[in-house]
């Protein structure tokens, strides 16, 4: 068991290595971006519908719900929902959108590699080079996973959150 | 007048006359030109008599020189005769050498097939030694080998059977040794150029470990050298992991490309870190995009930070009765408060100019933090065009055949890429930070501004009812 583990964490290491600097810093931001995500299916499960249940119940009880200022009130009670709801949407889109350019920047700085060896060794052997190239092409498979996980995870949060808070104000009518 | 310059030069051609003629003779001076004749033909009497003297000795000279050269011509003959009796001698000499070279190659007939195998292998292992690193431990072993060689090469000394033991025995050491990981106290060369003792941790014959810092040796210099830019911390830190150990199995960094391992390593001295690639590679339109980056970055802290104490303000505004005018919900609040008696439509109108009014003040700079995230990859880009450029320029003085002069135009180019995308990344996120604190207290003042008249309104009426 512990060999397996060790075997485990030295396949990521090595891969990790093989990706250069990049991949370390992509992976912290998928790590932070996932996190986020999760957090936010954490929230909506729990503290959300604990407070659109407090709401609801807010709402219910009040025997003015169509004056200017009832319907004042609703928005602000929607309002405040759907800000903390929507409280970490944009980090988690950024994020998604820096991905791939983090992966490019690992292309763009496994190709500086690439052509340093090649300046020093002349070009002669590709065997040198491979280490640059895999530096090159890792980050960048790796930043396009990362996006595009990222941006069903995101998309599917969106719609959820939109949905909710389209029911909130139809229950709240 | 005339006589006068006649006799003056009369006198001076005496003088000069007298000049000429002998010493002893200018003694007595010549008072007139008769006396001058008389004293010129005494002297010519005195002068052949000199000569015929001379003449006599050089005579007599002329006998000892032919004398002389009587002497060497028989010694000549003599020497002559040595010599040839000398060249027999040597002659004779060389033949008995050769006869007994000849002898000694008979008798060692069956041992030259041997020595020479010997000689070839000391020659092989001669070169592995040289920057072995089980030499810097066992130090001496190249100077036996020096002697080695050239006695087994000799034709006339005898490599003795204990020396081929002791080679033998260099060689089984070698083996062994290249197999085991053992420590030991040596000097070690500092970067610094200092010279330190400490305790080397040698893996084989593939690297040498001492406090962490993998360890170079060339045989030229004949002791370890501290590599002066070490490999990655993980690698480090297992090689002080592998030195803190007694027993037992350690994962460790070796490096066995070369001849004798470590060729990679000590390539790391040539590679450059990247501060030193931003340096050399970036140029005028890299350190703009870094300037450009940094003000971005401070700007957008700045704004952050001023942002966040105005969430806070505006946070406890939320949770107070009073409108406070030290932040924006306060001020829009005041509005309603300064106009208790107006019409909802009115006071709608009212509150979204107040609203209004205080949306630049939240959303300063960010269009320029965005700008600049967006600016910066697009003067990656033009950083790359200028060095493709370059790169072009090259090859049209010094042609395409040398890829070292195109590459390093090359990651020039690519250089200002990567700091155009590397500003990017943290001003995309950062602006995302502070447009995301901005467009809440928007968001608040938007939506929630008018709930929460409209809750004091509710507030004062149930008041006034109850």
């Given at each position: 068991m512990y060999f397996a583990l060790l075997d485990l964490s030295d396949a990521i290491t090595d891969f990790m290595n093989r990706g250069g600097p990049v991949l370390w810093v992509i992976g912290m931001l998928l790590l932070v971006k996932w996190s986020l995500i999760f957090e936010r299916v954490w929230y909506l499960h729990s503290t959300h519908a604990k407070k659109v249940k407090q709401t609801l119940a807010v709402w219910a009880g009040r025997?003015?719900?169509?004056?200017w200022r009832a319907q004042q009130i609703r928005n602000m009670m929607v309002s405040e929902i759907s800000l903390d709801l929507k409280s970490t949407m944009p980090i988690i889109e950024t994020l998604v959108v820096v991905c791939p350019l983090l992966g490019l920047m690992g292309t763009v700085t496994g190709m500086i590699e690439v052509f340093y060896v090649m300046a020093l060794t002349g070009g002669g052997d590709a065997k040198s080079m491979a280490g640059g190239v895999s530096k090159a092409t890792i980050p960048t498979m790796a930043g396009m996973v990362g996006a595009l996980s990222g941006i069903f995870a995101s998309n599917w949060l969106k719609s959820r959150i939109d949905r909710d808070l389209e029911l909130l104000e139809d229950h709240m009518a | 007048m005339k006589k006068n310059i006649i006799k003056l030069a009369g006198i001076s051609l005496t003088g000069v006359f007298l000049a000429v003629s002998t010493q002893a003779f200018a003694?007595?001076?010549?008072?007139?030109l008769s006396e001058l004749l008389r004293n010129v033909e005494e002297n010519r009497v005195v002068e052949s008599q000199e000569a015929r003297e001379r003449e006599q000795r050089f005579q007599q000279q002329v006998n000892q020189q032919e004398q002389i050269l009587e002497e060497t011509r028989t010694r000549i003959s003599e020497e002559e005769a040595e010599n040839t009796r000398l060249e027999g001698v040597f002659d004779e000499n060389r033949q008995r050498l050769a006869d007994a070279r000849a002898q000694l190659r008979e008798v060692r007939a069956n041992l030259n097939e041997l020595l020479g195998t010997i000689q070839g292998v000391a020659g092989d292992f001669r070169s592995i030694f040289d920057n072995s690193l089980v030499s810097a431990q066992y130090p001496g072993r190249n100077e036996f080998l020096d002697s080695f060689i050239e006695r087994v090469a000799s034709d006339t000394e005898q490599v003795r059977v204990d020396e081929i033991e002791r080679f033998w025995f260099y060689m089984q050491q070698e083996l062994v040794e290249s197999g085991r990981v053992v420590q030991y106290d040596d000097i070690v060369g500092l970067p610094s150029g200092e010279q330190e003792n400490r305790t080397i941790t040698r893996i084989g014959t593939f690297n040498s470990i001492a406090d962490g810092d993998y360890l170079s040796y060339n045989g030229a210099v004949g002791h370890l050298q501290v590599l002066p830019r070490q490999p990655g911390a993980d690698v480090v830190g297992r090689a002080q992991a592998l030195e803190s150990a007694q027993s037992g199995i350690y994962k460790v960094g070796i490096d066995p490309t070369g001849a004798q391992g470590g060729s990679l390593m000590a390539n790391l001295i040539n590679f450059p870190t990247p501060a030193e690639q931003v340096r050399q590679n970036s140029g005028v339109i890299g350190f703009t995009i870094i300037g450009v980056g940094v003000i971005a970055v401070l700007v957008a802290l700045i704004r952050s930070f001023m942002l966040t104490l105005v969430a806070a303000k505006v946070n406890s505004q939320v949770k107070s009765d009073k409108a406070n005018k030290n932040n924006p919900l306060g001020r829009v609040l005041l509005v309603a408060e300064s106009n208790p008696n107006v019409d909802t439509e009115t006071l709608e109108l009212k509150l979204g100019e107040a609203i209004l009014q205080e949306t630049p003040a939240l959303e300063r700079f960010l269009t320029f933090i965005k700008i600049i995230s967006a600016i910066a990859p697009l003067m990656g880009l033009l950083g790359t065009v200028t060095g493709m450029i370059q790169v072009f320029q090259q090859i049209t003085v010094y042609?395409?055949?040398?890829p070292t002069i195109m590459a390093g135009g090359i990651s020039m180019a690519l250089m200002t890429t990567v700091l155009g995308i590397t500003v990017a990344i943290p001003t995309i996120l950062m602006h995302t930070w502070v447009k995301s604190k901005s467009d809440r207290i928007i968001h608040i003042l938007e939506e929630q501004a008018t709930g929460i008249i409209a809750r004091k309104a509710e507030a004062s009426i149930n008041k006034a009812q109850g």
């Open positions: 025997s003015d719900t169509r004056s | 003694q007595q001076p010549a008072a007139n042609g395409a055949g040398d």
